[in-house]
């Protein structure tokens, strides 16, 4: 066990530095000059010049590189241009906005598509199974911000069951501040009892949470339907049947926890997906995280900020992919023996 644990994390060290590289460079390639972004519009030549060497930008690509990483291990992610902030410190307010949005959505697709595709397992070749796998190709084709735009003007315009757009309601800033110490909105309003907040942030998270978990749902419920039905139909399976176990009792009791390795597997790389799947939703329902960060920092080619979105979308792929193989050991010990 503990030599799997090494190995995984020596092959996430080393993704890690591939990102940082690729991010940096992928920066460097984009168009516009950073300089003039951060010396303005009426810069001098020698107010870009200055621009150029506060920024690094006068040195050596490799050198540039070099710095970039060691800022990056001290937790110096550049300062943005449109924001005047430290890059790490916007991160540490909009990432948590996406990480909330994002894990409730993810928290939907289990709790939908894993029953779903049990269901749909346990009545195999059915109406059953037919509808529920008409519905979850629908569900995952179907395209995500006209999704938004069409759920936000049924449920918050047109009927006003919950609201259109916000993370909770700013009035109680006035008369509930919150004490923030996650920068989760939910979480940190759960830990310190602020149940008005609280229960805001629940009520303005539902439509966008759904919206997101659309596409999940989808495909961990076909995801649950095959790797659940292909391990009912092993000699195991059969031999239970045969011992006098029901169909459903096999499915739940002996097919699906080993079917659980590529359904986590998936939700990992899910994760990744909805994260940026997100920005549109987060643009649409007014949802203060990267989405409208990156929109912002892409605009005025804040390059610093661009690389620090991309950079923490990577990293948190990398963990959750980490966490996943961990998990898959507990589940599955066949994982850590391979």
């Known amino acids: ?16 530095v591939g990102v940082v590289v690729l991010t940096f460079v992928i920066v460097r390639l984009l168009p516009g000059d950073p300089a003039a972004a951060y010396a303005g519009p009426r810069a001098s030549p020698e107010d870009l010049a200055r621009a150029r060497e506060v920024l690094g930008l006068d040195k050596p690509v490799l050198v540039q590189l070099g710095m970039y990483m060691s800022g990056l291990v001290r937790g110096d992610w550049g300062t943005s241009l449109h924001t005047r ?5 916007d991160l540490s307010i909009a990432f948590p906005a996406s990480l909330e949005l994002v ?3 993810l928290l939907f697709a289990v709790a939908i598509g ?27 084709a179907f395209p995500v911000f006209l999704l938004a735009l069409i759920v936000q003007n049924l449920f918050a315009t047109k009927l006003g069951w919950f609201p259109v757009a916000g993370e909770y309601d700013s009035k109680l800033d006035a008369t509930s501040p919150l004490h923030l110490y996650t920068n989760i909105t939910v979480v940190d309003a759960l ?6 907040i ?7 998270l539902i439509l966008p949470a759904l919206v997101v978990a659309a596409y999940p749902i989808g495909v961990v419920t076909q995801m649950t339907r095959a790797a659940v039905s292909e391990e009912s139909s092993l000699d195991h399976a059969r031999l239970e049947r045969a011992l006098g176990f029901t169909p459903g009792q096999v499915l739940r009791r002996f097919s699906f926890r080993p079917s659980l390795n590529p359904i986590l597997t998936l939700l990992a ?18 949802w203060p995280g990267l ?22 979308v990577a990293l948190a792929y990398v963990l959750a992919n980490l966490i996943v193989d961990i998990a898959q050991t507990f589940i599955d010990p066949r994982v850590r023996l391979s």
């Open 291 to 312: 989405g409208k960060y990156a929109v912002e920092s892409i605009r005025s080619l804040d390059t610093a900020a661009v690389a620090g979105v991309t950079l923490i």
């Open 1 to 16: 066990m503990g030599r799997y644990l090494v190995r995984r994390l020596a092959q996430a060290a080393l993704v890690v």
């Open 191 to 196: 830990i310190t009892g602020n149940w008005p």
């Open 85 to 89: 902030l430290p890059v790490a410190h």
């Open 114 to 140: 894993i029953p779903m595709g049990l269901l749909a397992a346990r009545y195999f070749g059915s109406p059953v199974d037919g509808g529920i796998r008409l519905g979850s190709m629908f569900v995952a």
């Open 198 to 204: 609280f229960l805001s942030t629940v009520h303005h």
């Open 269 to 286: 790389l899910i994760f990744a997906y909805s994260l940026v799947n997100a920005f549109l939703v987060e643009a649409i329902f007014n």
């Open 103 to 105: 894990g409730t959505a």
